[in-house]
């Protein structure tokens, strides 16, 4: 077991870490973008479309904002992407590598809290009335998802016998009960909330708040952002598949595995191109009330079960 | 030309992002510039998108004759606009205040107000009231020529 320290660096940068979800990452901001444009009955972008953009990015000129402060300003979406980046190492290595650790599921929430709180940060700092709106949406909107999230995270460990231990987890019976099914349908509606899409792309609301917390960013800050929301639409499909569907499996398992993320992705596309925008009043209050409620029974029954040695509820 | 440069000459002709700034048009260019993102056209084939910010903004779309209110913002617009950066002046009141050129608050033209932001600035013109959506596309690829 005696692995090396440069192993581990190849590990965290190259396989399952940083390169390799990056490309997965723009590969699937691709399929986001040409799935759209085809439910649109548009032709879409070429499959080199989300490189182009993130090249330009970075060879644009990066703009400080009068009123911002410069240090924040620029480091937020470092944090964010290092976030992203150890969250897809995580992942990656239970996933590929069949390696975890006790407690690295409570590791990956904290983890996959730091983007949010990158944009939070970021839009803060850049002095701009509108980003501050942003922020300040962005902030209630993880006020309203993060306790359903919390829930649906219980009720599978109750599920897999009380075990924090990632690997347990997906040897676990994932969604295959009355509560982890529940629980899997809540953490499909707080995954569109955490990646900031229709229905709840409140903070970024485009068409109102013209992209909210990033809207002072340019150049290479903003080719990070992009970079970060590309690793996330990796990230939080295969969150989804680890805890519930059973992980993407070994040898030619694999390639159901791969089935599985893209039927999660194009689901989350779909559910964003069919919706409209909620209000951030709605949005809260469809959060505490409708689906805490769902993800209480689901913890709930969980427990029940666990208490009763009923193994289908 | 540095390697960032003409990074980002090489890559804005791949993805244009554009930012529209409506100088007191009458707002039938505006209509005709969503004509170009719907699906009989499709813009984004090219990787042309709307962007809600000039920070964000690889070319910033001008339509209107520039009225008295709108010079400043223009100005500022531009300035916000993250260099290398293309202006392309829209309709006829985009390239020389067409009808409204004597209206008492047209203070005058894009490439003006641009010209004196920035002499060196990349300005394409694009006739027509309003231009045909044709046009606009032959207008981005003859703009992304330029740069
Ligand atoms: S060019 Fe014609 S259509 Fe365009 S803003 Fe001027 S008057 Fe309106």
């Given amino acids: ?313 | 030309m540095n390697w960032k440069e003409r990074l980002a000459r090489w890559g804005i002709k791949r993805s244009p992002w554009v930012y529209h700034v409506n100088t007191g048009a009458c707002n039938n260019c505006d209509i005709e510039i969503l004509d170009v993102l719907c699906p009989r056209f499709d813009a984004e084939r090219f990787g042309i998108k709307l962007v809600g910010t000039p920070r964000h903004a690889d070319v910033l779309l001008v339509s209107g004759p520039v009225t008295r209110h709108t010079e400043q913002p223009l100005r500022d617009a531009y300035e916000a606009t993250p260099k290398p950066c293309a202006v392309v002046a829209f309709g006829a009141c985009g390239c020389s205040s067409g009808i409204f050129k004597d209206g008492l608050n047209v203070n005058g033209t894009v490439d003006r107000v641009i010209r004196e932001e920035d002499p060196e600035a990349i300005i394409t013109y694009v006739p027509g009231c309003p231009p045909r959506p044709e046009a606009i596309i032959s207008a981005a690829v003859k703009t992304l020529e330029a740069l």
């Fill in chain 1, 1 to 313: 077991m005696a692995t090396d320290w440069y192993m581990y660096l190849l590990y965290f940068l190259i396989f399952p870490g940083f390169i390799f979800s990056l490309l997965v990452g723009l590969l699937a901001v691709w399929i986001d973008r040409k799935v759209t444009a085809r439910i649109q009955w548009r032709v879409g972008p070429p499959l080199l479309q989300p490189v182009y953009d993130l090249v330009k990015l970075i060879g644009k000129e990066v703009l400080l904002p009068v009123g911002a402060q410069p240090l924040v300003f620029l480091f937020a979406p470092l944090v964010g992407l290092a976030g992203a980046v150890l969250a897809a190492f995580l992942l990656g290595s239970v996933n590929f590598l069949q390696s975890s650790f006790v407690g690295d599921l409570i590791v990956l929430v904290y983890l996959l809290f730091l983007p949010s709180l990158a944009i939070i940060i970021g839009g803060s700092a850049s002095g701009n009335p509108i980003s501050a709106i942003g922020s300040s949406r962005e902030m209630k909107l993880i006020l309203a998802y993060e306790l359903p999230l919390a829930l649906a995270v219980i009720t599978v460990i109750i599920n897999a016998g009380f075990t924090l231990n990632l690997n347990n987890i997906v040897a676990g019976p994932g969604a295959a009960s009355v509560s982890g099914f529940l629980a899997l349908l809540v953490t499909l509606i707080c995954v569109q909330a955490k990646l900031a899409v229709v229905p709840f792309d409140i903070p970024e609301a485009e068409t109102e708040i013209m992209e909210g917390p990033l809207v002072e960013y340019s150049g290479l800050p903003l080719a990070i952002f992009k970079t970060m929301e590309a690793l996330l639409l990796y990230i939080l499909p295969l969150y989804v598949i680890t805890l519930f569907l059973g992980g993407l499996g070994e040898g030619w398992w694999m390639l159901l595995g791969v089935l599985k993320y893209v039927l999660l992705l194009v689901i989350i596309i779909l559910i964003k191109n069919t919706n409209p925008r909620l209000r951030i009043d709605q949005a809260v209050n469809f959060f505490w009330t409708k689906v805490t409620a769902l993800a209480l029974i689901a913890a709930g029954l969980a427990a029940l079960g666990e208490i009763y040695g009923v193994s289908w509820l």
